[in-house]
């Protein structure tokens, strides 16, 4: 549903931090001060805990801005003025010494008059005391939070208030008091009060910061009730920095950006500006136009300041929080903080200013860091409206961006020079290119760069252009590659084009090149690996030939992957081991190594070596990273990384390879596989409208005319058990017999064994004659299921099993030896599965196996609350119950309550990692990382991190 006020129906990105209130409310008393800045959404966060917590009674009120100094005991006369509405002034007069409010009177009129005088010490106190005594009355009879906006305009009194009340916490009281963390310049009178009642054992501090890209797509979807396309998404992002209310401010309710801030968001962007000496603001403007980070030598050479001059007039507004300062180096708090001072400067001085800069770093590129002052130069003269010279130093900046792996800037610096190139007559020469030569570079950039769809269409516009079949084929089989990944229908006639068009005599690169990606697609579609074998000797052939190391070693991968079934996994390991060779020889670039890493940790996944899959893809993940591909070949990798955490159970470090991985905006069918993980995960634990949102991910991307057997099986499984977790069984059977008529599961027994235990699944849970008749039919295709290593035969146990089930039988020796095969796999969720369906199928009054059937009744429950599978919990204790098995507690609960990923966290903070570092180590945000680090404080109770560290080597931990 589309937002009508340009306001997202869903607050995005702030799961964690919702928790983290929820936990502090179940918790109380407590107090939490919750800082961030200016539109970083402190209310809505707030306001989305209120309403999900409704039986709580909550008393809010808000500091304002009247004077320098503030209304004195503003928010708590609001709180009173709210309570006086809920239950009268003779309400408020029970729960007060003497039945009378007099003592409340300094703070709201309907009281009456002050019953002792005002301005004094005393006076003070009893005011201070009857506001604890009425909180200490209202909690005796149910929890409160209060809420306490705006501190930051907090006068003297109020914080004094403040601090009193917090420090003396009556039971079952939740204090929130929000702040604006732009505000808090180096002088302001909360810094100390923050500092102290940091210190307090039940305080809390919650930095909100700006959301992630993911969160902003989340936003900008709630508001138009579509997904935003992602250069706008790429357009909102950068300019809104994450920034929710900004956010809202650039996307209008039709989709389009707005080019212009809204007048009242301006005002609040520049109001922290026009405070400033006009001096300040002067040299502001000219620092604006030097772009998100200027140095202090180039502002002071293009502004005719000394060092010293310089210092002095920018102080005000470091002082102020508009700068910051990043080593010897000013940034905007905020890019549209710089976009609004950049916007107050005259046509007139815009022009003036750019050519300044750029003039500046003609004479001494050692003003800006090494390698910035090609993409600096690009920028200023573009700004000032020069082509010739904004058209020269943009494709050198693209050609120093490429070498510095920065393929997004190079990409940007060629989109500009494409963009330029008619206004420069001599562009060729200027340049010594032709324009295709342009537009090919461009294609490789948005490869690299992981912007597929720009990358297609810049292959068009070369194809229009080429008169030359070899080029053209190299064009062709370019966007072949890119069409993969979006998972077009016509990827293969793309490629067969380019085959078409290079001569296999004389052998060539472009040949070699051209089958080896034409066999690459091929062997990964159901009924594609006979041409692709062919295809890939070719290949090898021809590259040996002609020399090129790195088709060779993609062949060679490709050969493997055909040859080697999911039983033969150490030989196709030993293959590519030969494949890795050639690279470490050198001569091969890094898409072959990172295709070597993805196919290594794909076939060991399928062995069953779950932790020797999950390094080799973290390794390939770093590799990719390392190159500049974290958003193509890094996210690819991710969910090489995702599976095996997901088969050991780690599925919370599963997410957050996900989460990370989505931040990156991948390509779709990239996109796709990850939200299977994210959907698997979600039907395990009951959240079935994540679950929905992550199946309709993948159908909107995936169809089964062009999508491969990785991809469809996944999907088809996630569909069949979202809709049986839905009670959806007639869903469920429809699913199912898609399977049979659109797909065919026996092809592989990688991904056809577990969809048909799935389905297998939904015909027992469903029953009657359409599920038995279809149960025949999957019957039938596991027969011809070519046989598989020892993943594959604990899936065929499984199977069985399950069919059995189907068909009325319950089978404890089958059900027993899939909990034997998948526990020897190290894989909980199934071996959980298996337990409970074996003690389903024992007799409760056969004494012989009636404690058997506790233990594994036991065990299966410890596996599904480790795990938080509460659907699979609730069917163990219903079972328990019915059998009247107690299943107890349990005897090696985590560590003060700690999850394992929180123990590794701990284990990194006791090293003295900053969550910069942590989230580098574990593939993982940074925002993510400090939520870890605030829970686990909360956990140990303990107010820092080096407490932590601490506590960790205290335990044992470490």
Same mark, same amino acid.
């Given at each position: 549903?589309?937002?009508?006020?340009?306001?997202?129906?869903?607050?995005?990105?702030?799961?964690?931090?919702?928790?983290?209130?929820?936990?502090?409310?179940?918790?109380?008393?407590?107090?939490?001060?919750?800082?961030?800045?200016?539109?970083?959404?402190?209310?809505?966060?707030?306001?989305?805990?209120?309403?999900?917590?409704? #039986?709580?009674?909550?008393?809010?009120?808000?500091?304002?801005? $009247?004077?320098?100094?503030?209304?004195?005991?503003?928010?708590?006369?609001?709180?009173?003025?709210?309570?006086?509405?809920?239950? /009268?002034?003779?309400?408020?007069?029970?729960?007060?010494?003497?039945?009378?409010?007099?003592?409340?009177?300094?703070?709201?009129?309907?009281?009456?008059?002050?019953?002792?005088?005002?301005?004094?010490?005393?006076?003070?106190?009893?005011?201070?005391?009857?506001?604890?005594?009425?909180?200490?009355?209202?909690?005796?009879?149910?929890?409160?939070?209060?809420?306490?906006?705006?501190?930051?305009?907090?006068?003297?009194?109020?914080?004094?208030?403040?601090?009193?009340?917090?420090?003396?916490?009556?039971?079952?009281?939740?204090?929130?008091?929000?702040?604006?963390?732009?505000?808090?310049?180096?002088?302001?009178?909360?810094?100390?009060?923050?500092?102290?009642?940091?210190?307090?054992?039940?305080?809390?501090?919650?930095?909100?910061?700006?959301?992630?890209?993911?969160?902003?797509?989340?936003?900008?979807?709630?508001?138009?009730?579509?997904?935003?396309?992602?250069?706008?998404?790429?357009?909102?992002?950068?300019?809104?920095?994450?920034?929710?209310?900004?956010?809202?401010?650039?996307?209008?309710?039709?989709?389009?950006?707005?080019?212009?801030?809204?007048?009242?968001?301006?005002?609040?962007?520049?109001?922290?500006?026009?405070?400033?000496?006009?001096?300040?603001?002067?040299?502001?403007?000219?620092?604006?136009?030097?772009?998100?980070?200027? #140095?202090?030598?180039?502002?002071?050479?293009?502004?005719?300041?000394?060092?010293?001059?310089?210092?002095?007039?920018?102080?005000?507004?470091?002082?102020?929080?508009?700068?910051?300062?990043?080593?010897?180096?000013?940034?905007?708090?905020?890019?549209?903080?710089?976009?609004?001072?950049?916007?107050?400067?005259?046509?007139?001085?815009?022009?003036?200013?750019?050519?300044?800069?750029?003039?500046?770093?003609?004479?001494?590129?050692?003003?800006?860091?090494?390698?910035?002052?090609?993409? #600096?130069?690009?920028?200023?003269?573009?700004?000032?409206?020069?082509?010739?010279?904004?058209?020269?130093?943009?494709?050198?900046?693209?050609?120093?961006?490429?070498?510095?792996?920065?393929?997004?800037?190079?990409?940007?610096?060629?989109?500009?020079?494409?963009?330029?190139?008619?206004?420069?007559?001599?562009?060729?020469?200027?340049?010594?290119?032709?324009?295709?030569?342009?537009?090919?570079?461009?294609?490789?950039?948005?490869?690299?760069?992981?912007?597929?769809?720009?990358?297609?269409?810049?292959?068009?516009?070369?194809?229009?252009?080429?008169?030359?079949?070899?080029?053209?084929?190299?064009?062709?089989?370019?966007?072949?590659?890119?069409?993969?990944?979006?998972?077009?229908?016509?990827?293969?006639?793309?490629?067969?084009?380019?085959?078409?068009?290079?001569?296999?005599?004389?052998?060539?690169?472009?040949?070699?090149?051209?089958?080896?990606?034409?066999?690459?697609?091929?062997?990964?579609?159901?009924? /594609?690996?006979?041409?692709?074998?062919?295809?890939?000797?070719?290949?090898?052939?021809?590259?040996?030939?002609?020399?090129?190391?790195?088709?060779?070693?993609?062949?060679?991968?490709?050969?493997?992957?055909?040859?080697?079934?999911?039983?033969?996994?150490?030989?196709?390991?030993?293959?590519?081991?030969?494949?890795?060779?050639?690279?470490?020889?050198?001569?091969? @670039?890094?898409?072959?190594?990172?295709?070597?890493?993805?196919?290594?940790?794909?076939?060991?996944?399928?062995?069953?070596?779950?932790?020797?899959?999950?390094?080799?893809?973290?390794?390939?993940?770093?590799?990719?990273?390392?190159? /500049?591909?974290?958003?193509?070949?890094?996210?690819?990798?991710?969910?090489?990384?995702?599976?095996?955490?997901?088969?050991?159970?780690?599925?919370?470090?599963?997410?957050?390879?996900?989460?990370?991985?989505?931040?990156?905006?991948?390509?779709?069918?990239?996109?796709?596989?990850?939200?299977?993980?994210?959907?698997?995960?979600?039907?395990?634990?009951?959240?079935?409208?994540?679950?929905?949102?992550?199946?309709?991910?993948?159908?909107?991307?995936?169809?089964?005319?062009?999508?491969?057997?990785?991809?469809?099986?996944?999907?088809?499984?996630?569909?069949?058990?979202?809709?049986?977790?839905?009670?959806?069984?007639?869903?469920?059977?429809?699913?199912?017999?898609?399977?049979?008529?659109?797909?065919?599961?026996?092809?592989?027994?990688?991904?056809?064994?577990?969809?048909?235990?799935?389905?297998?699944?939904?015909?027992?849970?469903?029953?009657?004659?359409?599920?038995?008749?279809?149960?025949?039919?999957?019957?039938?295709?596991?027969?011809?299921?070519?046989?598989?290593?020892?993943?594959?035969?604990?899936?065929?146990?499984?199977?069985?099993?399950?069919?059995?089930?189907?068909?009325?039988?319950?089978?404890?020796?089958?059900?027993?030896?899939?909990?034997?095969?998948?526990?020897?796999?190290?894989?909980?969720?199934?071996?959980?599965?298996?337990?409970?369906?074996?003690?389903?199928?024992?007799?409760?009054? @056969?004494?012989?196996?009636?404690?058997?059937?506790?233990?594994?009744?036991?065990?299966?429950?410890?596996?599904?609350?480790?795990?938080?599978?509460?659907?699979?919990?609730?069917?163990?204790?219903?079972?328990?119950?019915?059998?009247?098995?107690?299943?107890?507690?349990?005897?090696?609960?985590?560590?003060?309550?700690?999850?394992?990923?929180?123990?590794?966290?701990?284990?990194?903070?006791?090293?003295?990692?900053?969550?910069?570092?942590?989230?580098?180590?574990?593939? $993982?945000?940074?925002?993510?990382?400090?939520?870890?680090?605030?829970?686990?404080?909360?956990?140990?109770?303990?107010?820092?991190?080096?407490?932590?560290?601490?506590?960790?080597?205290?335990? /044992?931990?470490?």
């Amino acid at each position: 549903m589309q937002s009508q006020q340009g306001v997202s129906a869903v607050l995005a990105g702030r799961g964690d931090e919702l928790a983290f209130l929820n936990r502090a409310l179940r918790e109380a008393p407590g107090a939490l001060l919750v800082g961030g800045e200016a539109g970083v959404g402190k209310s809505r966060l707030i306001k989305e805990f209120l309403d999900a917590n409704p #039986e709580v009674r909550t008393l809010c009120g808000g500091c304002l801005q $009247i004077s320098a100094e503030g209304l004195p005991f503003a928010p708590f006369s609001a709180m009173l003025r709210r309570l006086v509405r809920e239950i /009268g002034v003779d309400g408020v007069a029970a729960l007060l010494p003497g039945g009378t409010p007099a003592g409340l009177a300094r703070l709201l009129p309907e009281f009456g008059r002050p019953d002792t005088e005002t301005g004094t010490a005393e006076a003070r106190i009893r005011l201070f005391d009857h506001v604890l005594l009425l909180f200490e009355r209202l909690t005796e009879r149910e929890p409160a939070v209060l809420v306490i906006e705006d501190v930051h305009w907090a006068e003297r009194s109020t914080r004094d208030l403040l601090s009193y009340l917090i420090r003396n916490l009556p039971a079952g009281l939740l204090v929130i008091a929000t702040y604006r963390s732009d505000e808090l310049h180096r002088d302001h009178p909360l810094r100390p009060l923050l500092a102290e009642l940091g210190r307090v054992d039940w305080v809390r501090r919650l930095d909100l910061d700006r959301l992630p890209r993911r969160a902003v797509a989340e936003q900008a979807r709630g508001i138009l009730g579509r997904d935003l396309d992602q250069p706008s998404l790429d357009a909102v992002y950068g300019r809104s920095e994450g920034n929710p209310l900004f956010v809202e401010a650039l996307l209008s309710c039709d989709g389009q950006i707005n080019g212009e801030l809204p007048e009242s968001l301006r005002d609040l962007i520049l109001g922290s500006v026009r405070k400033l000496p006009e001096e300040t603001q002067e040299v502001l403007r000219v620092a604006s136009a030097g772009g998100d980070r200027v #140095e202090h030598a180039l502002l002071a050479a293009v502004t005719g300041l000394d060092d010293g001059a310089l210092s002095r007039v920018l102080r005000p507004a470091v002082a102020a929080n508009v700068l910051v300062v990043d080593g010897e180096a000013y940034g905007f708090r905020h890019a549209l903080m710089r976009e609004a001072v950049h916007g107050d400067l005259l046509p007139g001085e815009h022009t003036r200013t750019h050519t300044r800069f750029a003039e500046a770093l003609e004479g001494d590129p050692s003003l800006v860091p090494m390698g910035r002052a090609a993409a #600096e130069l690009a920028h200023h003269w573009y700004s000032a409206h020069d082509a010739t010279w904004a058209l020269v130093s943009a494709w050198k900046a693209a050609q120093v961006a490429k070498e510095a792996t920065a393929y997004t800037e190079c990409l940007r610096m060629l989109d500009r020079v494409l963009e330029l190139w008619e206004k420069v007559p001599d562009a060729a020469e200027r340049l010594g290119v032709d324009h295709v030569t342009v537009l090919e570079r461009a294609i490789d950039a948005s490869d690299l760069a992981g912007e597929t769809e720009r990358g297609v269409a810049f292959a068009k516009a070369a194809l229009k252009e080429i008169d030359d079949p070899i080029r053209a084929a190299g064009v062709l089989e370019h966007r072949g590659r890119l069409k993969i990944r979006l998972g077009h229908p016509k990827t293969l006639d793309d490629l067969r084009e380019a085959a078409r068009l290079v001569p296999a005599d004389p052998p060539s690169v472009a040949r070699a090149r051209v089958l080896s990606t034409l066999a690459q697609q091929l062997y990964l579609l159901p009924t /594609g690996a006979v041409e692709a074998r062919a295809l890939a000797v070719a290949a090898l052939e021809t590259a040996r030939t002609v020399g090129d190391a790195t088709v060779e070693a993609h062949a060679l991968t490709t050969i493997a992957g055909i040859d080697f079934s999911d039983s033969d996994g150490d030989r196709h390991l030993a293959e590519l081991a030969k494949a890795e060779a050639l690279y470490t020889r050198g001569g091969v @670039d890094d898409s072959a190594m990172l295709r070597i890493a993805t196919n290594e940790s794909h076939v060991l996944e399928g062995m069953g070596e779950h932790e020797r899959a999950v390094e080799v893809a973290r390794r390939g993940v770093a590799l990719a990273g390392k190159h /500049g591909l974290a958003r193509t070949s890094g996210a690819f990798l991710s969910i090489n990384l995702a599976e095996p955490l997901l088969s050991l159970g780690r599925w919370d470090e599963a997410l957050e390879v996900v989460e990370h991985a989505l931040e990156l905006s991948p390509p779709p069918l990239t996109r796709a596989s990850l939200h299977y993980i994210i959907g698997v995960i979600a039907v395990a634990r009951g959240d079935l409208d994540t679950a929905s949102r992550a199946a309709a991910t993948q159908d909107a991307v995936l169809a089964p005319t062009f999508s491969r057997t990785q991809e469809l099986f996944p999907s088809a499984r996630l569909r069949i058990d979202l809709r049986v977790a839905q009670g959806d069984l007639d869903g469920a059977l429809d699913a199912v017999e898609f399977v049979l008529v659109e797909l065919q599961p026996a092809v592989s027994a990688r991904y056809g064994l577990p969809l048909m235990c799935a389905a297998a699944r939904a015909c027992a849970e469903a029953g009657g004659e359409r599920a038995a008749g279809l149960l025949t039919r999957i019957r039938a295709s596991a027969e011809k299921t070519p046989d598989g290593g020892c993943v594959q035969r604990a899936y065929a146990l499984r199977f069985e099993a399950e069919a059995a089930r189907a068909e009325g039988v319950l089978d404890r020796a089958a059900w027993a030896a899939v909990a034997t095969a998948f526990e020897t796999l190290k894989e909980p969720y199934p071996l959980a599965y298996a337990l409970l369906r074996t003690a389903e199928a024992s007799d409760p009054h @056969d004494g012989g196996t009636r404690e058997d059937t506790a233990a594994r009744l036991r065990k299966a429950a410890e596996i599904a609350e480790d795990l938080g599978a509460r659907p699979l919990r609730e069917r163990i204790e219903a079972h328990a119950r019915r059998s009247r098995i107690a299943l107890g507690g349990r005897t090696d609960g985590p560590v003060l309550g700690l999850t394992p990923r929180e123990l590794e966290v701990l284990r990194l903070v006791a090293e003295g990692c900053g969550n910069r570092e942590i989230a580098g180590r574990l593939f $993982i945000s940074a925002k993510t990382a400090s939520v870890h680090v605030s829970n686990i404080l909360a956990k140990l109770q303990v107010a820092s991190r080096g407490e932590a560290a601490a506590a960790a080597h205290r335990l /044992g931990i470490v």
